[in-house]
Structures are given as C-alpha cells and as structure tokens.
C-alpha cells in the first residue's frame, strides 16, 4: 500500500528534469546565448544580402578569393579550423560551398569534417589531461564550459553542436572531464542538422 502511494506521489521523469534545468540555470543560459548569437547572425544575414543583391556577386567573389587554392585545401583550412577553437566562422564556408558543384554533397563533407574536427578537439582535451601545466591553464580558461558541462552532460554538447558556439570549446572540455566518448559521438551528431539548416537559409539569400 505505502509502495503505491509512492509511486502516485513521484514526480514524471521529464518534471523532474525540467525542475532540474530551471534550478541550474540552464533556460536562462539558453536565453542569453540565443540573445549574444541573434545579433551577431542577423548582421551576417544583413550583409549576405546587402552584398549580394546591391554590391557584388558572391559567385564572384569566392571564385577571386579561392582560385590559387584547391577546393581540398579549402576544405582542410575548415577542418583545422573546427578542430582548434574554431576560429573562421562556418557560416563563410557554408556560403563557399554554394558556388560548387553539388552543394548540398560539398556541405555534407563541411558537415563531416566539423564533426570530426570536434572529435580531434574532444581527444586534444584528453591529451591535455597527461600534461599538469597545461591542464591547470586550459581549466581555468575554459571553467564556464567545464563547469556547465558538469551539470547538464550531453544536452550541452548539443546546444554547442546547434547553435553558433565554438562547438570546439565544447568538445575539449568533453575531453577534459573524460565525458563518455560514445556519448559524445551520439550528441554531438547535432552538427550536421545546424549545417543543413543554416544552409537551408543561407542558400536561399545566394539564390
């Protein structure tokens, strides 16, 4: 009889989670990284189309920037860039991929080769580990992530993975706290849906 009342009286799952996210802060760290991003992605979206239809044509413009570069050597700046910090924004090269042939294959390949990145930037925060000098100036550089990490695990991972966050920041500091690798792979499976998506807006506006 107790054992029934128990159970009547025990909150759903998805309640307690809920409450979880709200004592820990966790909607309010969405609502402010949707604030600091909103502006930032409106002033891109601004421009693509300020340029586009009154100054220049993007097909232009990228085939001038990238003609004395192979798209392979293109794509491997990317690559090292989503591995270490990610320090060209995506987006640039989500609007390159557009004036290739068979653009929506070339963002797959963006797509992969941020998800790896991400996988390098996971095991560079494993290494880090192996090094006590190293590891105590990364941790205090990267506390937020670390911290945030700590507490909501993999949802984390898939807001760094969706919206424009350095996703490699987020990966590291995987690395660092030893978060579950499988799990990091399944979370972070997140990135190809912002590549499609964002693209999904981007390509139009180049259209």
């Known amino acids: 009889m107790k054992t029934n009342i128990v159970r009547k009286n ?11 996210y709200s004592y820990t802060g966790f909607y309010q760290f969405i609502g402010a990284t949707l604030k600091k991003v909103a502006v930032p992605f409106v002033v891109l979206v ?16 990228f085939h001038e920037t990238t003609k004395d ?17 990610g320090l060209i924004p995506p987006e640039l090269f989500i609007a390159w991929v557009k004036t290739l042939p068979d ?5 797959s390949l963006l797509a992969l080769l ?8 996971y095991f560079i ?24 990490l700590k507490k909501w695990g993999g949802l984390l991972i898939v807001v760094g993975a969706l919206l424009p966050l350095p996703f490699s920041m987020v990966s590291m500091a995987s ?6 690798f499988k799990r990091y792979l399944l ?9 499609y998506l964002f693209a999904l807006a981007i390509f139009n506006i180049m259209n």
């Open 187 to 195: 979370f972070g499976l997140f990135r190809f849906l912002r590549f």
């Open 46 to 61: 601004g421009l693509i189309l300020f340029l586009e239809y009154y100054v220049l044509d993007f097909h232009s413009l």
């Open 69 to 85: 570069y192979s798209p392979i050597s293109v794509f491997m700046i990317f690559f090292t860039s989503e591995s270490i910090l």
């Open 175 to 180: 690395g660092i706290i030893n978060f579950s």
């Open 125 to 148: 925060g494993k290494t880090i580990l192996s090094i006590p000098s190293v590891k105590k100036t990364v941790e205090n550089k990267m506390k937020k992530h670390i911290t945030n």
């Open 103 to 107: 653009p929506m294959l070339q963002l």
């Open 10 to 20: 025990r909150k759903p799952k998805i309640q307690l989670l809920h409450q979880y």
């Open 114 to 121: 941020s998800y790896l990145g991400g996988c390098v930037s």
